[in-house]
């Protein structure tokens, strides 16, 4: 850990470098056979109970539907046979998104990847998508929320809303390792110094490897109700959970329990 305080292009720079890194790990893991073998029979979705029932609610059936840092598009992928009409997913490491498309070609699913930084998404995508989808570990790697937000709200057409199902922010707060016993904090909720990490990204293995380093920001749960308001949503859902979509499968089922995840769904206004 450092508290060198790096720009945010540093910052962007880094994290590509170490999620492009991170693939081969990735790939060589059982949990990627399995989705190549999953995808592979017609219909299949990974999509948990509680994103497939908002999403159904909100409605999928001819949607085009964007994924924000879409990784190997696993959940893209699910959205696209549970109904979307078009599905495209956005992502900087083209290392994962080479997995998207094995992932893709494995169900003869149509998708869209694109290789580019989340705030530099071509205007060829302005106001293109009914649905942007945001899952699971994705706001800490970005040092600009509201350029986030702002790209999101972009992407969408008028009325087209924001899905994000993601860890709760107060999980920064605690190591994402099982030390036994029950959770104690060692990081303060209001960090705001960039977190370096050099020990990977194999968070499927769950194994350090002599990494690339990359940078993680605490975004409070107010920096992100908040950067959805300021950019222009209106929120229509905003639920936490106790379960984990992660990595914190040791922190479900304690007695004090702990938020772990949540959904907050914001429309485009205006
Ligand atoms: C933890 S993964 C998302 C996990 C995915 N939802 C899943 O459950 O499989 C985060 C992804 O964000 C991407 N990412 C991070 N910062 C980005 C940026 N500035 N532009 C584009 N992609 C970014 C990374 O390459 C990585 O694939």
Not at 34 to 48: K, T
Not at 171 to 198: A, H
Request: charged letters at 25%; proline letters at 5%.
């Amino acid at each position: 850990m450092s508290l060198t305080r790096p720009t945010k292009d540093e910052i962007v720079a880094a994290n590509r470098a170490s999620w492009n890194e991170a693939a081969d790990h990735h790939r060589a893991h059982d949990q990627y056979k399995r989705l190549l073998e999953c995808f592979a029979r017609p219909g299949f979705s990974m999509l948990d109970e509680v994103m497939a029932t908002r999403l159904q609610a909100i409605g999928l059936d001819g949607k085009a539907v964007a994924q924000l840092c879409c990784n190997n598009a696993r959940e893209l992928l699910s959205i696209k046979n549970l109904g979307a009409a078009r599905v495209t997913g956005f992502d900087f490491a083209e290392e994962f998104l080479a997995q998207g498309r094995e992932l893709a070609a494995a169900g003869g699913i149509e998708a869209e990847f694109v290789q580019t930084d989340i705030n530099a998404i071509p205007a060829d995508y302005d106001g293109q998508f009914d649905l942007a989808v945001v899952t699971i570990g994705v706001f800490g790697w970005q040092p600009d929320l509201a350029a986030f937000f702002s790209t999101a709200r972009r992407v969408l057409k008028p009325g087209g809303r924001l899905f994000i199902y993601e860890d709760h922010p107060i999980l920064n707060m605690y190591d994402d390792r099982d030390t036994g016993g029950p959770p104690q904090p060692d990081e303060s909720y209001f960090r705001s110094e960039p977190y370096r990490s050099d020990n990977g990204l194999d968070y499927w293995a769950k194994q350090d490897y002599a990494a690339k380093p990359n940078y993680w920001i605490f975004h409070k749960m107010s920096d992100v109700i908040m950067g959805l308001v300021r950019a222009g949503f209106a929120i229509e859902d905003f639920e936490e959970f106790p379960h984990n979509i992660g990595t914190r499968e040791h922190m479900e089922n304690q007695p004090q329990q702990l938020p772990l995840s949540y959904v907050l769904v914001g429309r485009k206004a205006g």
